[in-house]
């Protein structure tokens, strides 16, 4: 079943609900920053911003401060509810650090998360039915021209060759597999082409959006470029997605709630440590700060 929602996973509050959507632009030179009389080291700064790509050095570098700000709030509270860490192993075998054993333990204490109701369920599934459906399924072959991502005449003489072949099986589609042993790149060649049955996720994005539109039953009229080079596409049957009932779906429903109002709480209980505490460097509290929001 293709994922309907991305929500927030929660593992890290200081990593997930530390970001602004602030003004790329006219960001402050960085300034000491001191948390409740706690520096946070500017080598610590600079280790994460490793963890915050941004466009300018110096937006990853607020971004990484904001985090670092946000894991000592929460550290500091720990403390002073005399939290004392009790470290888990996740599934595959990481030990958690004592001080993210401290956050984890703190968040699972001091931020309460109510479980939706059938009745908020249901009402998401009312309001966003298109969105609940399983994926179209294409049966596929393929040719594929190969040619380097940056290589401009490459491109140019497999986009030549793709659209002769597009041509040539407008005419004689019979010569499909003959073509696909000539020249294509893929291991499909050895079986004129073939890709069996293909659904969301299983290629890459420019291949499948072509599918959307491509002509059932007769090569496409234009090759498809993905990274890869240019694709001679032959969709021979395509199968409706269905509409998923509300059963199969509530499962999925009632998690996206749960971390939709998980990160909302969050950010709650981080802005209201923050309004506590005497920050200085940096700006947690103007109207742009998802924190205080």
Same mark, same amino acid.
């Given at each position: 079943m293709t994922t309907l929602y991305r929500g927030d996973q929660t593992g890290n509050p200081a990593a997930n609900l530390s970001g602004c959507s602030a003004k790329p632009a006219n960001l402050p030179r960085p300034q000491p920053i001191v948390v409740n009389g706690v520096t946070v080291p500017r080598a610590a700064i600079a280790r994460e911003t490793q963890n915050h790509p941004a466009a300018k050095p110096i937006e990853a570098w607020h971004?990484?401060?904001?985090?670092?700000?946000?894991?000592?709030?929460?550290?500091?509270?720990?403390?002073?509810?005399?939290?004392?860490?009790?470290?888990?192993?996740?599934? /595959?075998?990481?030990?958690?650090?004592?001080?993210?054993?401290?956050?984890?333990?703190?968040?699972?204490?001091?931020?309460?998360?109510?479980?939706?109701?059938?009745?908020?369920?249901?009402?998401?599934?009312?309001?966003?039915?298109?969105?609940?459906?399983?994926?179209?399924?294409?049966?596929?072959?393929?040719?594929?021209?190969?040619?380097?991502?940056?290589?401009? /005449?490459?491109?140019?003489a497999a986009r030549a060759v793709a659209e002769a072949a597009i041509v040539t099986l407008a005419a004689e589609p019979e010569r499909f597999g003959d073509l696909a042993t000539l020249h294509s790149a893929c291991p499909s060649r050895t079986v004129g082409g073939a890709l069996g049955q293909v659904s969301s996720g299983q290629t890459v994005p420019q291949f499948e959006a072509a599918l959307a539109t491509a002509p059932v039953g007769t090569v496409a009229p234009e090759p498809v470029e993905t990274r890869y080079g240019f694709h001679v596409v032959f969709?021979?049957?395509?199968?409706?997605?269905?509409?998923?009932?509300?059963?199969?779906?509530?499962?999925?429903?009632?998690?996206?709630?749960?971390?939709?109002?998980?990160h909302a709480a969050l950010r709650q209980y981080i802005g209201l440590l923050a309004g506590r505490a005497t920050i200085t460097g940096i700006d947690l509290k103007g109207a742009t700060s998802p924190l205080v929001q």
């Amino acid at each position: 079943m293709t994922t309907l929602y991305r929500g927030d996973q929660t593992g890290n509050p200081a990593a997930n609900l530390s970001g602004c959507s602030a003004k790329p632009a006219n960001l402050p030179r960085p300034q000491p920053i001191v948390v409740n009389g706690v520096t946070v080291p500017r080598a610590a700064i600079a280790r994460e911003t490793q963890n915050h790509p941004a466009a300018k050095p110096i937006e990853a570098w607020h971004a990484a401060a904001r985090a670092l700000v946000v894991r000592e709030l929460l550290l500091q509270e720990a403390r002073r509810l005399a939290i004392v860490p009790a470290p888990i192993t996740d599934a /595959e075998g990481r030990r958690e650090t004592d001080e993210e054993a401290m956050i984890r333990q703190l968040v699972e204490q001091e931020v309460v998360t109510p479980e939706p109701d059938e009745a908020a369920c249901r009402r998401v599934y009312a309001t966003q039915r298109l969105r609940f459906r399983s994926s179209d399924i294409f049966e596929v072959r393929h040719i594929l021209v190969a040619a380097a991502p940056h290589d401009r /005449e490459a491109r140019m003489a497999a986009r030549a060759v793709a659209e002769a072949a597009i041509v040539t099986l407008a005419a004689e589609p019979e010569r499909f597999g003959d073509l696909a042993t000539l020249h294509s790149a893929c291991p499909s060649r050895t079986v004129g082409g073939a890709l069996g049955q293909v659904s969301s996720g299983q290629t890459v994005p420019q291949f499948e959006a072509a599918l959307a539109t491509a002509p059932v039953g007769t090569v496409a009229p234009e090759p498809v470029e993905t990274r890869y080079g240019f694709h001679v596409v032959f969709v021979d049957r395509r199968i409706e997605g269905q509409e998923l009932t509300y059963e199969m779906v509530a499962g999925q429903i009632a998690r996206w709630l749960v971390a939709r109002s998980r990160h909302a709480a969050l950010r709650q209980y981080i802005g209201l440590l923050a309004g506590r505490a005497t920050i200085t460097g940096i700006d947690l509290k103007g109207a742009t700060s998802p924190l205080v929001q």
